[in-house]
């Protein structure tokens, strides 16, 4: 199973998908598609709790090509026989993003890019799942997280409701706080 | 053509006739014959194209690249000889066709590099010459050779094609963008696959 979750994708440009670059002289980010990848494999998937845009594929690989001249292409293609895990590809053309692994998965991170302009930071990442994502403000503090589980995408709120509903023994917000290192105080 | 002879002290080689000269414009009123020139400054190595004085402008039927405002020039009745001078200087001639036995198109790809030059396959020995001058950002080069190629230049893939061309027109065409040629080898496309190869692109997967 692929998902692309975090920016909408625009089908009217054929095989380009979506693309972020925050200057002339920086990275440019491309998710582009193979041209035997129709429009309605892309099902659209609702995030509860958010109007983060989301993509399911099924029968669908992901390759990328990541060249010394600032250029990050990623590939959707068609594939009989896809990999076996659920694969992320997570977009944003905002402020970027964290990749937090799971303790069941620690090293989720295929390939993570960004293109860094003054005033935003867009990225690009190829994640396994499960593992968190972070979603960053401009001066680079956390602003909300995503679960991006092995079955769907899940929105898990701001770091204090993570935290909220991790005292509530939510078991993966529980896991996200213990991976995240926070510092919470007690007595 | 004595002088020619004498001042590079190389054997000038043969090919075919039919000469197609892609990629960049051509000054056809230079005086001195020198129709194209990729040059940066001293010690750099000079490429050169000349047409010798049988040659005449009115000989260089021009056309543009579909999907694109990149020139070709086809001559007919032609042939090119040419001569590397150690690392100094490669030049290319244009000189008539003597009426010997000549089957093939013959390309020659000028202008700003680096570019990549890739056979399409089934023809040896299709790259007569590939050379180029680099200084700093600054790249001139040009290839000679016979059909089928692929010239990748930038984030663009050109074909120059095998004989089989409907029209001249239709000699030397757009084959895509880089993002296109990828995407069309993940479908299997073999001739997309062999330009990857080529440009020795391989892919990351999960």
């Known amino acids: 199973m692929l998902y692309i979750i975090g920016e909408y994708l625009d089908f009217r440009n054929g ?14 980010l491309k998710l582009l598609r193979a041209p035997n990848v129709a429009d309605d494999q892309f099902v659209q998937h609702r995030i509860s709790g958010c109007d983060t845009p989301a993509y399911r594929l099924e029968n669908a690989t992901v390759r ?7 250029e990050t292409g990623v590939f959707i293609a068609a ?43 867009s990225a690009i990442a190829v994640v396994s799942a499960p593992a968190f994502a972070e979603r960053l403000n401009y001066d680079g503090s ?10 769907a995408p899940y929105y898990l709120g701001s770091r204090n409701a993570v935290i909220a509903k991790a005292f509530a023994d939510d078991e993966v917000c529980r896991q996200l706080m213990q991976q995240a290192s926070w510092d919470i105080g007690t007595l | 053509m004595s002088w020619i002879y004498s001042y590079h002290s190389h054997t000038l080689r043969h090919t075919p006739p039919v000469v197609i000269i892609a990629g960049d414009e051509l000054k056809l009123d230079n005086k001195e014959g020198v129709i194209w ?16 004085p049988g040659i005449t402008p009115d000989m260089f039927e021009r056309y543009t690249i579909e999907g694109t405002n ?12 040419w001569t590397r001078l150690g690392d100094y200087e490669t030049s290319v001639f ?3 066709n003597d009426g010997s036995t000549h089957n093939h198109t013959t390309y020659m790809w000028v202008g700003r590099g680096p570019f990549t030059p890739i056979p399409c396959g089934g023809h040896k020995d299709t790259i007569k010459i590939n050379d180029r001058t ?18 990748c230049y930038d984030e663009l893939v050109y074909e120059l094609c095998w004989d089989d061309y409907e029209s001249f027109n239709r000699a030397v065409k757009l084959v895509g963008t880089r993002d296109e040629i990828i995407a069309r080898a993940l479908t299997g496309d073999k001739d997309c696959q062999k330009i990857l190869q080529g440009l020795n692109i391989t892919l990351q997967t999960p």
């Not at chain 1, 998965?105 to 293109?115: K, Q």
């Not at chain 2, 020139?37 to 010798?52: A, D, Q, S």
Request: with cysteine; net charge positive; charged share 25%.
């Open chain 1, 142 to 151: 956390p602003r909300d997280y995503f679960y991006l589980a092995e079955d």
């Open chain 2, 37 to 52: 020139e990729g040059y940066n400054r001293k010690n750099c190595r000079r490429i050169l194209v000349y047409r010798t």
């Open chain 2, 70 to 81: 990149k020139p070709f020039y086809v001559i007919r009745r032609v042939k090119p000889r």
């Open chain 1, 79 to 121: 594939a009989e026989n896809p990999e076996p895990r659920t694969v992320y590809i997570v977009l944003n053309e905002d402020q970027g993003f964290r990749i937090i692994p799971h303790p069941s998965n620690p090293s989720p991170v295929y390939l993570h890019r960004t293109s860094s302009g003054s005033r935003a930071c």
């Open chain 1, 64 to 70: 990328w090509l990541d060249t010394e001249r600032k």
């Open chain 1, 15 to 28: 095989i380009l998908l979506w693309s972020a670059c925050n200057g002339a002289t920086r990275r440019i």
């Open chain 2, 134 to 151: 680099f200084i700093d950002r600054k790249c001139y080069q040009m290839c000679l050779a016979t059909g089928a190629v692929w010239i």
């Open chain 2, 94 to 96: 244009l000189v008539p």
